[in-house]
């Protein structure tokens, strides 16, 4: 078994202690590879479940399986069993819209206990169809009898709910659990039930349709006669915490699907679709759009989409403010749902545990046992320096994309509330830049996007010491500044909003002589605490594009940077040159390859003209989606070169799907066709459109602009995009710019 590593940390907590060598306190043991389990996965609002590709959850040291809700492992261990024996996999795949989970499986050969064989190979089809809904996972068992003759099958379903913390399951250990119970048995349904030392009782309830031949605490057998070509259906009802339907699971299974799958179309049905010349990317626009409808959740604000499975199925601030932001072109109800939530749950007072301070903004919320007691600070947790001026960028850019002030009537006090957190508390020194710094030990060390321990550093490798002032997060507070005067003045306050555009400027000018280094042609990495540029090549640099803090005279040399070999691998931008100390391919943030970094920096691209970069960048990431599994790209992958016939290398623990890295796509398909709305006039418009070399002409149907819509077709033609308004509906324009 390997050695945790620091580098296997998504979202790298905090040290144990600031000694050296020290291990840190919620890592991700390295040995849990997803890639080599390459799981399943389905998720409904606060439930989401990790299986392997027979369909089964298998407990043991390190795996990631089973169905959790709300930060807890509600049931661990899910096996199938046939005669004994483990059936085979024929096929496993999730369907296009991510509604349900289907495998497919056979018997091998059996034998009885003379080494007689009693059922050859392939004789018995069994099909898995599962799927989630409202905290519950439901499950149709098909066995059918392919054989000439009837057969006598024994199918075993054992089970188990460890109720572990989600934390415990990422690898943290527990010095005290609470008291498992015994479990509740009766002829069709098991309880397992847990008391953690929160003295919250956690209940899971299994539910059998028809009733086991025999039912344990631990398995549950049915004898099938199956006569030839017989099929039977077998169901299981696996609730988390709520009780069951008070209804045959056969009957909750079909009425729960319709459901499901009723919610799905609706959740992307309200969303602009694309079709394109490429079926494989086409596949790839589809899994997206699925994968965020999947991974979004209600909340009494609005939709907000989870940042990733599985160890980050919850709120988080920065991926869904990002999200949203790399969406808001399809989709603006979902910036509206995170903009709503964020706002409802900004800080207001200072509490040093949770790295809160009045007017921030969320970085993380956990509901499991060891956040409720403290024993990991994520309950409702602050510490990230980037998700307050995120929060009003996208703001802002609401209400660009839809010119909803109501809206922005009910979030200026929250937008207030945040520029004067990045004043007062942001800018911890008064020398006009937003600095970090945790406030207790157990807080995460960075709090950038980059969190992991060891990202921040100087030229020669030494770990920059805080409070730091990263690169991207004066470009965002710029973007805030800017972002808050276009809402000022919306609001008619025409004053403020001067006030705000002249902070900005100053913001613009200061960073410039402060960040951009001559030398490197680039911007630096951060400023340290002893105000000591960090003269590193990274990708933050490209996040300056993205808000337009660059000055324009600035931009070729950075994107020239960006795309050079050290940084562009072939799949997309590493995060870290490979020229720098502390490059390494295989490392979080040191050299990897991040599908949303890359997006927003293609974003920044197209802002300052280099469409054609962007359409690079656009081509590297869709050329790796067509190695991966569902065409998803992951949280992360290795930033090793791009190798003919060889497809990228995979980070071992990268979340999949995650939210931020499955809106790429999207938001680089609008940075390459420079797609802008103007609700005012009901405008759509393309600003020096192109087209990736892997597309040919593209259709957007319903880009909704004010009270109408509009269906666009954009084609190549020689050099040139030509775009075709296919349908309007209302007082709609469509404008090419060049």
């Known amino acids: 078994m390997q050695t945790p590593s620091a580098d296997a940390m998504p979202h790298a907590p905090a040290l144990a202690s600031a000694g050296a060598g020290q291990l840190a306190q919620f890592f991700i043991p390295a040995a849990a590879s997803l890639q080599e389990r390459r799981p399943r996965t389905l998720k409904h609002d606060d439930t989401f479940a990790v299986f392997d590709h027979n369909g089964d959850a298998l407990s043991g040291p390190g795996s990631p399986e089973g169905i959790f809700h709300r930060d807890t492992r509600y049931l661990s261990h899910l096996y199938l069993t046939i005669g004994g024996l483990r059936p085979m996999l024929l096929s496993s795949t999730l369907r296009d819209d991510n509604a349900t989970l289907t495998c497919d499986l056979t018997n091998p050969d059996l034998f009885n206990g003379e080494g007689r064989l009693v059922l050859a190979h392939d004789l018995v089809h069994i099909r898995r169809s599962r799927f989630l809904w409202k905290a519950a996972c439901f499950e149709r068992l098909v066995v059918r009898n392919f054989d000439e003759e009837p057969r006598r099958?024994?199918?075993?379903?054992?089970?188990?709910?460890?109720?572990?913390?989600?934390?415990?399951?990422?690898?943290?250990?527990?010095?005290?659990?609470?008291?498992?119970?015994?479990?509740?048995?009766?002829?069709?349904?098991?309880?397992l039930s847990y008391t953690g030392l929160d003295k919250r009782r956690r209940v899971t309830t299994l539910s059998f349709d028809p009733a086991p031949t025999r039912l344990t605490g631990r398995d549950a057998i049915f004898t099938l006669d199956l006569a030839p070509r017989e099929t039977r259906s077998l169901f299981l009802e696996v609730t988390c915490g709520t009780e069951s339907a008070n209804r045959p699971p056969r009957r909750a299974f079909f009425s729960g699907l319709r459901d499901a799958r009723r919610a799905l179309r609706a959740a992307t049905a309200r969303a602009a679709s694309i079709t394109t010349s490429n079926d494989i990317f086409n596949e790839a626009a589809r899994r997206s759009l699925s994968d965020l409808a999947m991974l979004t959740t209600d909340t009494p604000e609005g939709p907000y989409p989870y940042a990733g499975i599985p160890w980050f199925s919850t709120v988080f601030g920065r991926d869904a403010l990002i999200t949203a932001l790399e969406t808001l072109w399809l989709d603006p109800a979902i910036a509206r749902g995170v903009l709503g939530h964020l706002a409802a749950n900004q800080a207001i007072a200072t509490?040093?545990?949770?790295?809160?301070?009045?007017?921030?903004?969320?970085?993380?919320?956990?509901?499991?046992?060891?956040?409720?007691?403290?024993?990991?600070?994520?309950r409702r947790y602050y510490g990230s320096v980037d998700s307050t001026p995120l929060f009003v960028m996208l703001a802002g850019a609401y209400l660009e994309r839809t010119g909803d002030i109501a809206t922005l009537r009910g979030l200026w006090p929250h937008i207030e509330a945040a520029l004067s957190w990045i004043e007062e508390h942001g800018d911890r020194d008064g020398d006009g830049f937003v600095e970090y710094g945790r406030?207790?030990?157990?807080?995460?060390i960075n709090q950038g996007w980059k969190d992991s321990h060891d990202s921040v550093f100087h030229a020669d490798g030494a770990l920059a010491r805080g409070p730091i002032a990263l690169a991207e997060v004066q470009a965002y507070v710029y973007g805030a500044w800017r972002a808050a005067a276009?809402?000022?003045?919306?609001?008619?306050?025409?004053?403020?909003?001067?006030?705000?555009?002249?902070?900005?400027?100053?913001?613009?000018?200061?960073?410039?002589?402060?960040?951009?280094?001559?030398?490197?042609?680039?911007?630096?990495?951060?400023?340290?605490?002893?105000?000591?540029?960090?003269?590193?090549?990274?990708?933050?640099?490209?996040?300056?594009?993205?808000?337009?803090i660059a000055f324009p005279e600035r931009a070729p040399s950075v994107v020239a940077m960006l795309m050079s070999a050290p940084f562009f691998c072939g799949w997309g931008v590493r995060t870290l040159g490979a020229a720098e100390a502390r490059y390494n391919p295989m490392s979080y943030h040191n050299g990897s390859v991040w599908p949303h970094d890359n997006a927003l920096i293609a974003a920044g691209c197209a802002r300052y003209g280099f469409q054609q970069e962007a359409a690079r960048i656009?081509?590297?990431?869709?050329?790796?989606?067509?190695?991966?599994d569902l065409r998803r790209l992951p949280e992360l992958f290795c930033?090793?070169?791009?190798?003919?016939?060889?497809?990228?290398?995979?980070?071992?623990?990268?979340?999949?799907?995650?939210?931020?890295?499955?809106?790429?796509?999207?938001?680089?398909l609008q940075s390459c066709l420079g797609l802008g709305f103007d609700p005012g006039e009901a405008q759509i418009s393309f600003t020096e459109p192109v087209l990736p070399d892997f597309l040919d002409d593209v259709v957007l149907r319903n880009l909704v602009i004010g009270g109408g819509s509009a269906d666009v077709a954009l084609r190549r033609s020689g050099r040139s995009v030509v775009v075709d308004v296919l349908d309007r509906k209302g007082p709609v324009r469509v404008l090419t710019k060049s």
Request: aromatic residues 10%; contains cysteine; negative net charge.
């Open 618 to 628: 656009f081509e590297g990431l869709f050329a790796a989606s067509t190695y991966i």
């Open 639 to 668: 930033g090793f070169p791009r190798q003919r016939t060889q497809g990228p290398t995979f980070y071992p623990v990268a979340c999949t799907p995650q939210a931020w890295a499955a809106a790429a796509p999207l938001s680089l």
């Open 153 to 191: 099958i024994s199918l075993e379903l054992t089970f188990e709910a460890d109720f572990a913390d989600l934390f415990e399951v990422r690898g943290t250990r527990r010095e005290r659990r609470g008291e498992s119970h015994a479990p509740e048995i009766d002829a069709s349904r098991v309880t």
């Open 486 to 548: 276009a809402v000022a003045l919306r609001l008619g306050d025409a004053e403020r909003a001067a006030a705000f555009d002249m902070r900005a400027e100053a913001l613009r000018e200061a960073f410039d002589i402060s960040f951009f280094d001559v030398e490197l042609g680039t911007y630096v990495l951060a400023l340290d605490g002893d105000k000591r540029p960090c003269r590193v090549r990274t990708s933050n640099a490209g996040h300056a594009l993205l808000t337009g």
């Open 351 to 378: 509490d040093p545990a949770a790295d809160a301070e009045p007017g921030k903004i969320l970085h993380e919320v956990r509901h499991g046992e060891m956040a409720e007691l403290g024993e990991v600070p994520f």
């Open 439 to 444: 406030q207790t030990a157990d807080g995460l």
